[in-house]
C-alpha cells in the first residue's frame, strides 16, 4: 500500500506574510499565513507539492543590502511567478503557516527577503504530487543537496508525526559544497554529532543525520551520495525492501542517488527541479523524459504536473 501525497483542488489565493527572517549570509525562512478557503487547502498540502508565488511586485532592497554578485541582475523584471516547495506546514485551528526556506540567488529572492509582517503575496496552490510513503517501509533515508533540504524537512515532519505508529527509522543526509552553503541555523555541538544528530532542525524531530560537504568544511568530505554509500556499506542489517529513499537536489546527484538505490534494489523517489513557469502543465516548459514500461520509447511527462517528485526508476537522466 502507498499513499501519494497530491490534490488535484488548487486556487488563487492572498497569502500573508507572518515573518521573513535571516538565517544565513544568503538563507532566509519566509512564514506564510493562510486562511478561509486557502486555509483549507493548504492544510492538505503535503511534503513535495509545491505553490506559485508572484513576485513581480516586490520591492528591492535598499542598494546597501544588494550582494555585489546580484547587482546588474536585481532591475530584471519577474514576469513569471516561482515555484517553491515549504519546509513546514502548520495547522492552527482555522489558519495553515507555511514555511518557505529560500535561498537568495536572482532577482526574485532578492525581493523576498524585503516582504514584511502583514505583507500579502499572491500564491497559487497547492500544485504537484509529493511523495509517497508506503505503509510497509521501516527505514526512510532523506538525501538532500543544497537548496533541497526544504520537502525533506517537510517530509521529516510528517514522517515523524503522522506516521508515528508505523515506526518507521528516519535518518538524513544533507549536502553542500562549503559549510557557508548549508541552509541550516547552525550545528549541534560535538556530542550530539558524535550520536548522529549534526543537523538541529533534523534533530528537532529526533532524526539522525549527516552533513557532507565537497571542501571538508563540515562533516563528512566529499559528496552527500558518497556518505550515503558509505553509510549504506556499514549499514549490516538494513533490508532493501524494507528501505525508501526520498532525495530533492542538483539533477547530477539525484541521478548519483537513482544509481545507488538502483544498485542497492532499494526504492526510490526523487524530487525533480525545473523551470515551471504556469504550474498547471499548460506551458510545456518543465518536461522530465522518463521511460515507458515495457518499452525502449520514452515519453515527456510535465515537472509541475507529473512531477514534481517521480519513481527514481522512470527518470531518463
Not at 504537484?128 to 538532500?144: W, Y
Amino acid at each position: 500500500m502507498s499513499e501519494r501525497f497530491s490534490s488535484s483542488a488548487k486556487g488563487l489565493f492572498k497569502a500573508v506574510v507572518s515573518s521573513n527572517k535571516q538565517i544565513g549570509e544568503r538563507f532566509c525562512r519566509l512564514k506564510l499565513e493562510f486562511s478561509g478557503e486557502a486555509a483549507k487547502l493548504f492544510a492538505n498540502f503535503r511534503p513535495g507539492q509545491f505553490a506559485e508565488l508572484d513576485l513581480c511586485g516586490t520591492a528591492l532592497p535598499s542598494a546597501e543590502n544588494i550582494p555585489e554578485d546580484l547587482i546588474d541582475a536585481a532591475e530584471r523584471n519577474i514576469l513569471l511567478r516561482r515555484p517553491f516547495s515549504f519546509s513546514d506546514v502548520t495547522v492552527d485551528r482555522d489558519k495553515v503557516f507555511a514555511e518557505v526556506l529560500y535561498c537568495v540567488v536572482g532577482p526574485a529572492t532578492l525581493r523576498m527577503t524585503t516582504l514584511s509582517s502583514g505583507d500579502s503575496v499572491s500564491v497559487i496552490g497547492p500544485l504537484g504530487n509529493g511523495f509517497r510513503i508506503p505503509s510497509d517501509k521501516k527505514t526512510a533515508l532523506l538525501v538532500a543537496g543544497g537548496m533541497g533540504v526544504p520537502p525533506l524537512l517537510h517530509l521529516a515532519k510528517v514522517l515523524t508525526a503522522d506516521f508515528r505508529a508505523t515506526m518507521i527509522e528516519v535518518i538524513a543526509f544533507a549536502g553542500a559544497k562549503t559549510e557557508k552553503e548549508l541552509p541550516f541555523k547552525g550545528q549541534l555541538d560535538e556530542i550530539s554529532q558524535q550520536l548522529g544528530f549534526s543537523i538541529p532542525e533534523f534533530a528537532g524531530y529526533g532524526i539522525e543525520s549527516r552533513l557532507a560537504t565537497d571542501d571538508g568544511s563540515a562533516g563528512y568530505h566529499g559528496f552527500v551520495t558518497d556518505c550515503l554509500v558509505e553509510w549504506l556499506g556499514q549499514a549490516n542489517d538494513l533490508a532493501a525492501k524494507d528501505t525508501v529513499i526520498y532525495s530533492c537536489g542538483p539533477e547530477a546527484m539525484l541521478a548519483r542517488v537513482a544509481e545507488i538505490a538502483e544498485y542497492k534494489k532499494i526504492d526510490c523517489q526523487v524530487s525533480m527541479e525545473r523551470v515551471m513557469a504556469c504550474g498547471i502543465g499548460l506551458c510545456q516548459s518543465c518536461a522530465v523524459e522518463c521511460k515507458v514500461n515495457g518499452s525502449n520509447e520514452t515519453v515527456y511527462k510535465m515537472c509541475c504536473k507529473d512531477g514534481p517528485v517521480f519513481d527514481s526508476k522512470e527518470v531518463i537522466f
